[in-house]
């Protein structure tokens, strides 16, 4: 059997152990594979491309709860780090206790709707919240977020040693995760090409994806 070789790298040899968690949904993982998204360039040589760079910044909508209790949508969409800036942000003004909303009076303002915070937040919360998760995503590479984001979607801690311990690779499917292995191992590299033809690849990859989870293609040791 000629096995193929991956793009993808594993950042560890140890896959096999204990965990029972399992999650594969070929179709779900194939269609969001990670893209780079490239387009050709209009300028200069017809054979440049350029990679577009995606804003990776969080952001709330953070809204006055007061305001929208009377039918009236009164917010801005503000960085994530700074969106417990009621004050900065031209929302609110000096209260006896707190900011109060410059149109309604309420201290009461609410992160409506949010974008980028890697799982961190979710629905709605107040801006505080959203401004303390802003500030801990600052610490996380941007090409970790993604990592990140399926670390979280998978109900573990927001514990990014954990994360990266825990971190296999990113791979289109189980097969493509088991050739890596292989091959980053050289388990089969002294064996008989005869029996190398009748190697369950699929069977194989089952069992190691035993003792993960993947969410969205980016697999983990689960235990
Ligand atoms: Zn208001």
């Not at 189980?174 to 090409?193: K, V």
Request: aromatic letters at 10%.
């Amino acid at each position: 059997m000629q096995l193929r070789r991956p793009g993808d790298g594993l950042n560890t040899p140890e896959l096999i152990g204990g965990g029972s968690c399992i999650s594969i949904d070929y179709g779900a993982t194939l269609a969001l594979t990670r893209r780079r998204e490239c387009r050709p360039s209009l300028e200069g040589s017809s054979l440049m491309t350029n990679t577009i760079t995606q804003d990776l910044t969080p952001r709330a909508w953070v809204g006055c709860l007061g305001c929208y209790n009377v039918g009236s949508l009164n917010g801005l969409w503000l960085d994530g780090d700074v969106c417990d800036d009621l004050i900065a942000a031209g929302l609110a003004i000096d209260g006896a206790h707190s900011p109060i909303c410059k149109r309604c009076g309420s201290d009461e303002f609410n992160v409506f709707d949010h974008e980028n915070f890697a799982g961190i937040i979710t629905g709605e919360c107040p801006p505080s919240q959203a401004a303390d998760a802003a500030r801990e995503l600052a610490g996380v590479d941007d090409n970790e977020r993604e990592i990140l984001a399926a670390w979280l979607a998978n109900g573990m801690p927001f514990d990014l040693d954990a994360m990266r311990d825990a971190y296999i690779g990113e791979y289109s499917h189980d097969e493509a995760m088991a050739e890596e292995y292989l091959d980053s191992t050289g388990l089969l590299d002294d064996a008989p090409e005869f029996l190398v033809r009748y190697f369950d690849l699929a069977a194989y990859a089952y069992e190691l994806a035993q003792d993960m989870f993947e969410i969205n293609g980016h697999y983990f040791r689960a235990y």
